[in-house]
């Protein structure tokens, strides 16, 4: 890939629920942050790729890529993608091909979320199209059924306990304590988790992803410069139906999104220092640790077991993961790159990692990123 | 633009009204079809762009790419554009992207719409999603009343006659009659359509496209090659409301989008001598003549009269347009180029043109194809 697509600005509106902010009061909110951040003039995007999912159902609106153009003075090409809760890291790597096209030079890649305007009921079912819906959604399942599913076959094959899962979501909101954009701010104990009520056996309530409104956005350049440099993107599928896999404890789409990245970073995983992950649910976060190679399968728990103990110097979820800092689902992919460049340059760290998926890992987008002045 | 890019497949189904056929049915039948013209292997495809607007609301089915992937053996990566009905145009300009951007050799463009699923309320309102649903939706309008504002206005300028408009829809339906994948295949008279019922004055019944299951694939490749080379690809947006444009009847994302696909392409208009255009509406069609540039300001319907009369070289919407042929909305911009290509092959002619637009006209795409062998 082109090896100069750097991040020249990012903004974010903070998470939450934001009854008084419209999806287009979102999106101004977060594409003026990040134009202010960037230095640049707005006429200089040139084109923009919006990441949503639910806006169909939560806000009747589609077309989200000419709302967004209609949000700049030059009316810029804009279009929309897709790809259920991963659609922020699949809009960058769409961004990334059009940089390298040549057809675009300085693309803004933005995150939306307004999912409070419906009611739970409507987003939940809303969110089940992240599944097959021909396959897995007529047995009854919601997400957190769906994840619970694999929480259950997860213990049974590895042993993981109530317990040590509850560390997770303690690390998530540790880590959102400090971050001003984070939804929940709340310090949990583990035993606040296992105390939570009960959404699908095993999981609890403060295992679960909150609905959130929110937008995030980031400026990505081949002519403007910054020190953080996207060293790597790239995105994977999988069967949409979790009836199709060989396992379901295990996800395919990150093996092969994170194999590929390293190899496009041509860097070693231990050089990766800080990690955003998709935590949807706490589960999610163990698998992923063993996905992109961070742990041995079975084993993904001890990362989190070792940073809440503080012995080891791998960063994770510091923007408090999507549990803790919430989850405007489209957005989210973009705020992990955000967060992981501010941790970066804040650090003098080299190397950072973006790790988002769509469903239960059907896409998956992963960015590395590199702070060229580290 | 990457000057080498190929449409090497295409497939169809029927567009209609398909009770026995689920979303995912449609897209098997038209990856299949579009595999088996290509004679290449499902997995020399290397990507996936599903263009769809509507499957969250008539399917709750979001995460297109996905499922798209999961009908292939090998599961490439795979993505959704939207852009409401202008989605196929942009799902073809972003694959041209990823083909520039040498990310992908070989990319299946699959538009695909079920729409019949849900009740004409449902889609209706789902559909005015494509309009702006803090500035237009809440006046009550429709898409049809978005266009029957247009055409009052545009008679109140340039005097065109209701008795003119229904020439557009009476040459749409002759020409579907000879298409064995039209939803409509009967012939009408223009009385036929100045006596059908009124839906949104001026507009009647048979000025309207229709609700219409239906999907389309086409595979774009660097690395396998046919005659038929796209020779621009094109995108423009513009405000997504009606009411922050200084007029409704002339719209410049197809303008700005003509001009750069003719620069792009290295043409002369003239040297186009097919053209698939975006009839939502009849009025939509009498507009794009101008915007294209084929007719002055105000003598679009010259454009028709002529086809109707048997006047004119320029052959326009041979499908049967949207009106006819039907309109499965994200199927249609692919159904465009595929039709684009049927007839510069059958033809032995060089250049043609396909005309998509998202809403009012809020997104556009449009994309030259040269036929080498002719």
């Keep these: ?65 000419a709302l967004a153009s209609s949000l700049l003075p030059h009316h810029p090409p804009a279009l929309r993608v897709e790809s259920a809760c ?30 409070t305007d ?9 969110l089940m199209g992240a599944a097959d819906s021909e396959l897995d959604a007529p047995s009854g399942l919601t997400f957190p059924g769906i994840f619970g599913l694999i929480t259950r076959r997860y213990m049974h094959e590895f042993g993981l306990t109530r317990e040590q899962l509850s560390v997770v979501s303690a690390v998530h909101h540790r880590n959102a304590h400090e971050n001003p954009f984070a939804q929940f701010r709340q310090k949990l104990t583990p035993e606040d988790v296992t105390a939570s009520p009960l959404v699908s056996d095993p999981l609890r309530l403060f295992d679960c992803s909150p609905i959130s409104d929110g937008a995030a ?11 953080l440099r996207i060293a790597a993107s790239q995105m994977t599928s999988d069967t949409l139906s979790i009836t199709e896999r060989p396992t ?38 163990v698998i992923n640790m063993e996905d992109l190679g961070f742990a041995k399968q079975g084993e993904g728990i001890r ?12 960063f994770l979820n510091n923007s408090g993961g999507l549990k803790a800092c919430g989850h405007p689902v489209a957005a989210t992919g973009i705020k992990q790159l955000i967060e992981v460049g501010k941790y970066l340059k804040d650090t003098s760290t080299q190397w950072g990692l973006a790790h988002n998926f769509g469903g239960a890992a059907a896409s998956c987008g992963i960015h590395i990123m590199e702070n060229t002045n580290a």
């Design 86 to 115: 991963g659609s922020g890291a699949l809009a960058l790597h769409t961004a990334c091909a059009f940089l390298e096209s040549k057809r675009a030079k300085t693309v803004l890649v933005l995150g939306v979320e307004k999912m």
């Design 248 to 285: 379901i404890v295990s996800f395919k789409a990150t093996r092969e999104a994170m194999s590929r990245a390293l190899k496009e970073s041509d860097i070693d995983r231990s050089d990766i220092k800080v990690v955003e992950t998709h935590d949807c649910f706490s589960i999610a976060s």
């Design 303 to 314: 990362i989190y077991e070792d940073i809440y103990a503080g012995r080891t110097p791998l």
């Design 1 to 65: 890939m082109e090896k100069n697509i750097y991040l020249v600005g990012s903004g974010l509106t903070p998470f939450g629920e934001w009854w008084g902010e419209s999806l287009r009061d979102l999106m101004e909110e977060a594409i003026a942050a990040a134009l202010k951040s960037s230095h640049l003039n707005a006429t200089e995007i040139d084109m923009v790729i919006v990441a949503n999912m639910l806006a169909e159902v939560t806000n009747n609106q589609s077309g989200l890529g």
């Design 217 to 227: 956005a980031c400026i990505l350049s081949t002519i403007h410069k910054s020190p």
């Design 118 to 126: 419906a009611s739970v009921d409507a987003v939940s079912q809303a």
